[in-house]
């Protein structure tokens, strides 16, 4: 029984995430739109905010869906 | 407000004509990893960088695509023009301008520098492949430039360590923080002022003491030959061939080093987890589906080799220019040939560069027939079959497997051509625009660019199968799985799933070209990625295997089961088929409609139809 939990979870979080990298930019962009306005209300998700969610705004940006890395306009950690 | 204004970064713009080193020079700047290429057009769209100084204020670098002028004639060009005017939606003009000339043709990007200039934005100009110059014997006074024009002149290598240093103590924001500068000012230059600026070129050169770089005479005869219309496309030919079957001889070691680990990480997982639904996803899911498309990493390691090695050493614009007048002739724009040519890494970053194409009809005409140049997702599935079908041993000095690999890479960019002449003849009349092309000087591919890209390439490769194509496995195991069979069920577990039930529905149509219920499953999930259908087609048959040793199985099973017609016409089939979601998608976006990426895909798909039907009937 705990190896068809297990493995209900993986395959849910395997369908969430090809939903996900295959959703069209503009529909991935409006949901993370919407999670920026909600943790902006919230302080204790600041940390999350800045190092998980724009990171992804940004690559949001980019073209099409997600399933492709050719566009990628992340820029990269600023040197000295 | 004043004080608000210089707590933010200082926002610097690279402006340059094509090919003078603005990108590796962004990458120098900011410690990005911008692809940079020795052939102009590489950069389309503005790009942005950050780097940290000393007074914490920072600078966030803008790349822009290179142009030879203000006045645009191409989308690109046009880019460069509004970020400069500060006219583009929520962006401000730049804070200082860096204009970057090539050392070596410093009459052409002067030119620019000065057009720049009239713009009454601040300016730096950064005299950048100033160890090429000097190698060449260019003269250049560099104070007396500076004083004439009136800006801070600094030389750089930008493809050096430490090349850019004195630009960058230059660019501390401190230094910029009292210079205000009123709007840029921009107007159409008119025959006067083109006149006017040429004269102002020509003192400029005088007083600065200007030599034209000396031309190698080994350089010029190697150029000679290269250009020679009959002797540079045996050449050209011979290169493209050889790539080709370096692509499967070099890369056979690897694989089967790759092939072995998966073989025994399957047989492991199979001995030491208890038998389940946990060891099933492992091994036929995971293992024999995302495993046998990471099989293929050396394949596209080895043609990505080969692809930068030519793009850092100049020859792919003689390249271009061998080709024009061909391209020509069947309606293609003569600056097509790049995006074409980037198409055969990724359709994607080629229907982008069109935007360098000034007539719509011809970028049109180049978007449609952009994912018929070979992309790099096919190998993995070219790789499969070929290994499976093709017997591995040589036809004189020559790769049987190698040669089928560069037909199929053949077949695509003739059906490509042919496309582009059915456009021309029932497409109307239109204007044939040339091909301007300025030729690189040739060098050396740069050990550090070659690896870098590399590393691009293989991080690039690597996150698809542990991202996209991993997870599309599972959800395909899952589907393969359950329904389980029903008590008493005689055929294999598959057949009864979810999959099973989806691949009996879709051989109905694919029957005709001589598909089985297996490669109709495969094709599914392989829209949203075409390298995932090797791994789908690992997973389903994964999932009637009996053994443990599930990721070195399919090319056997392949071997075994498919007859050579059936093969072939999966072959015909990838060759059309616009199995990527990702490049309609770009397609609606550079045209702005969905009534392209619909013809499209409704083209291409009846091609790769017709093309594995004919295919199956023949050989069959």
Redesign the interface.
């Known amino acids: 029984m705990s ?2 939990i ?2 209900a979870v ?2 849910t979080l ?2 969430t ?2 939903v996900w ?2 959703m ?2 503009r529909r991935r962009l409006q949901i993370l739109l919407a999670l920026d306005a909600w943790s902006e209300r919230r302080p204790g998700l600041a940390g999350w905010r800045t190092r998980w969610l724009k990171p992804r705004i940004t690559r949001a940006g980019g ?3 997600d ?5 990628d ?1 992340r ?6 | 407000m004043d004080a608000l204004v210089e707590s933010r970064p200082l926002r610097i713009a690279l402006v340059g004509v094509p090919n003078c080193g603005k990108t590796a020079l962004f990458n120098r700047l900011t410690g990005g990893r911008q692809k940079v290429a020795n052939y102009p057009g590489v950069t389309v769209e503005r790009r942005e960088g950050e780097r940290a100084t000393a007074d914490g204020r920072g600078l966030r670098v803008l790349d822009l695509p290179g142009t030879y002028s203000l006045n645009p004639t191409t989308l690109d060009e046009a880019i460069t023009r509004d970020v400069l005017l500060g006219r583009l939606a929520g962006s401000a003009a730049p804070d200082l301008v860096v204009c970057v000339v090539d050392a070596v043709h410093l009459p052409i990007g002067l030119r620019l520098a000065l057009e720049v200039k009239r713009l009454g934005l601040p300016m730096v100009l950064a005299l950048n492949r100033m160890d090429v110059a000097k190698r060449r014997g260019v003269g250049i006074d560099i104070a007396r430039l500076s004083t004439e024009l009136g800006v801070a002149v600094v030389p750089t290598v930008a493809v050096r360590r430490g090349g850019a240093d004195a630009l960058i103590e230059l660019l501390e924001p401190a230094r910029w923080s009292n210079t205000r500068s009123a709007p840029p000012v921009w107007r159409q230059t008119t025959a006067e002022d083109a006149e006017q600026m040429q004269g102002d070129l020509r003192g400029l050169l005088a007083v600065t003491g200007f030599s034209a770089p000396r031309i190698s005479p080994w350089i010029a005869r190697i150029d000679a030959l290269l250009l020679n219309p009959f002797a540079g496309l045996a050449i050209l030919l011979a290169v493209l061939f050889v790539m080709f079957q370096a692509v499967f001889s070099w890369a056979a070691a690897p694989m089967d080093w790759i092939k072995n680990g998966m073989a025994a990480l399957g047989a492991y997982t199979t001995a030491h987890l208890p038998h389940g639904p946990v060891a099933s996803l492992l091994s036929e899911g995971v293992i024999a589906g995302a495993g046998t498309v990471l099989v293929f990493l050396p394949q596209i390691v080895i043609l990505f080799f080969f692809i930068l090695a030519l793009e850092d050493s100049g020859y792919l614009p003689r390249a271009a220019y061998l080709l024009d007048r061909f391209m020509g002739s069947v309606g293609l724009s003569g600056r097509a040939f790049i995006p074409l040519l980037s198409s055969h890494a990724c359709a994607i970053p080629g229907i982008m560069a069109t935007r360098t194409i000034p007539n719509w009809r011809d970028r049109l005409t180049t978007i449609m027939i952009a994912p018929l140049m070979t992309c790099s997702a096919r190998l993995p599935v070219y790789g499969l079959l070929i290994a499976a079908l093709i017997p591995a041993r040589h036809i004189g000095p020559f790769n049987l497997q190698g040669l089928v690999i560069f037909g199929l890479y053949a077949a695509g960019i003739l059906s490509g051509l042919l496309v582009a002449l059915f456009l021309k003849q029932f497409g109307g009349k239109r204007q044939y625009s040339p091909l301007m092309l300025e030729l690189p000087d040739f060098q050396w591919p740069h050990a550090g660019n070659l690896l870098l890209g590399l590393w691009e390439r293989v991080k690039i490769f690597v996150s698809r199968v542990g991202g996209i194509i991993l997870a599309l496995m599972i959800v395909l195991w899952f589907l393969s799985t359950y329904p389980m069979p029903p008590p008493g069920a005689t055929g294999p577990a598959i057949q009864y799933s979810f999959a099973g039930k989806l691949g009996a529905l879709l051989q109905h149509v694919f029957a005709p070209i001589g598909f089985n219920w297996q490669i109709s499953i495969a094709l599914v999930p392989g829209l949203a990625a075409r390298e995932v259908a090797v791994g789908a087609l690992g997973t389903v048959y994964a999932m009637s295997a009996s053994g443990n040793d599930v990721s070195t199985q399919l090319e056997p099973v392949i071997a075994g089961s498919w007859s050579l017609a059936t093969g072939c016409s999966l072959l015909a089939w990838y060759v059309f088929a616009p199995q990527c979601l990702s490049t309609l998608a770009v397609v609606k976006r550079e045209t702005n409609s969905w009534r392209y990426p619909l013809i499209m895909a409704t083209y291409l798909f009846a091609l790769a139809y017709i093309a594995a039907f004919v295919t199956f009937r023949v050989m069959s």
């Not at chain 1, 399933?67 to 566009?71: E, L, M, S």
């Not at chain 1, 820029?75 to 000295?80: D, E």
């Open positions: 190896q068809q297990l493995v993986v395959v395997a369908a995430f090809c990298k295959l069209p930019a073209i099409g869906c399933g492709c890395d050719a566009h306009p820029s990269h950690r600023p040197p000295r």
